[in-house]
């Protein structure tokens, strides 16, 4: 049988431009019917490991986490057509299980083809555990704009052991982590690192962006995609997604998908099989103290509205970018332009904010901008749709 070479997925960020490419240990028993004579039961056995390791990382220790954590971590192959033709595609990542029911979370470009509109799931999809078993897993939904992928397997005669997801909160410039994964094919890799940075935007499937990634140095390659991220308490901060390198290899900048949008994502995903996230229809530049002395504003942070949408949220709810552009620092500038200061109460300084603001509301939701027009504040009620078609401008 012919196959096409087998490739490990990962979104590479190349430097000058995107090339995208609990309760008691041992568990209870579940799924089972009484035993008798004439029934076979099937039983899954569900290990939680309580965490004694500081949430700030001074008990780190590389070899609890992995004896901790790796039996929870996945390998994911992934396969396009049949499984049997000389035209089918085979690619493998990473991903963890979630919870005792059988729930895997991965990268949705772990289990996908394409990108934009033309974002496709595979065809079959195959989980491999730490103990040699290999089931076949249901793609329950995708997300290409948070590149997040609920899977399901039948939870029945596996042993699992969920991982517990952190909080934003949790991630702190400096920290260690751990990464684990199956790097080139090398199933259940251990590489350790620090916290490099936060607040990163990294590309999506989508043209819409993901704000507040974190950024690692932990080595991530081809295969770790999907894999978690995880502090020395074995919380998940993240989903290991991508890395930025000029040779397609990992050079020490890694990035993952932050916690806090892998919960919402994941919820919606098992809710409804989808996720919809508000849309407002603006692009934005952001305002700092200089360019707010220059063209004479009396605030010094914000966003300025560079262009609307036509026909969009924020066009209909009354928002105005600028009359005409001016020259500032040899950057172009709108001048005249609404200032956003704040979103639903809170405060706006950077592009950024606005699109982290906007993820905690639905479309048809209605929202408070405070703006700053022609020196004075205004706040307009703007009523938000959803996300257009991924290619849409």
Do not use: W
């Amino acid at each position: 049988m012919s196959r096409v070479p087998r490739s490990t997925p990962l979104i590479v960020l190349a430097l000058a431009a995107a090339l995208a490419g609990c309760g008691d240990k041992d568990g209870g028993i579940a799924g089972g019917a009484p035993a008798s004579t004439a029934t076979t039961v099937e039983r899954t056995r569900v290990e939680v490991v309580s965490s004694q390791s500081s949430a700030r990382g001074e008990d780190f220790d590389a070899h609890t986490i992995y004896e901790r954590d790796a039996p929870g971590v996945v390998t994911i192959l992934s396969i396009t057509g049949t499984g049997s033709a000389a035209s089918d595609s085979e690619a493998e990542g990473s991903g963890f299980v979630l919870d005792a029911r059988g729930e895997i979370v991965t990268n949705a470009h772990v289990v996908t083809t394409g990108t934009g509109s033309a974002v496709r799931k595979v065809d079959q999809v195959y989980v491999r555990f730490q103990d040699g078993n290999r089931v076949s897993a249901k793609i329950v939904g995708v997300d290409p704009d948070a590149d997040v992928a609920l899977l399901k397997v039948d939870p029945g005669g596996l042993t699992l052991r969920p991982l517990v997801l952190g909080r934003d909160a949790d991630v702190r410039v400096g920290s260690p982590v751990a990464a684990i994964g199956s790097p080139f094919g090398e199933e259940q890799s251990l590489s350790v690192g620090v916290v490099s940075a936060t607040d990163r935007t990294i590309s999506s499937l989508t043209r819409f962006s993901i704000v507040g990634a974190i950024q690692t140095d932990a080595a991530i390659n081809h295969g770790n995609s999907g894999g978690p991220l995880v502090d020395a308490a074995g919380r998940v901060l993240g989903i290991n997604s991508q890395i930025r390198s000029q040779t397609g290899d990992g050079t020490g900048v890694g990035f993952a998908v932050p916690v806090d949008l892998v919960r919402r994502s994941v919820d919606d995903l098992r809710a409804d099989g989808k996720v919809d996230y508000a849309y407002l229809g603006l692009s934005t530049t952001p305002l700092y103290p200089q360019l707010a002395s220059f063209l004479d504003l009396p605030v010094r942070r914000g966003v300025l509205v560079v262009d609307i949408t036509k026909n969009g949220p924020a066009a209909r709810g009354g928002l105005r970018s600028g009359a005409s552009t001016t020259t500032f620092q040899s950057e172009q500038v709108p001048r005249g332009a609404d200032v956003i200061t704040a979103v639903g109460g809170r405060a706006i300084t950077r592009s950024e904010d606005l699109t982290r603001v906007l993820t905690r509301y639905k479309p048809g939701q209605t929202v408070s901008i405070a703006i700053i027009r022609d020196g004075k504040r205004q706040t307009l009620s703007v009523t938000l749709t959803s996300r257009p078609a991924a290619d849409s401008p």
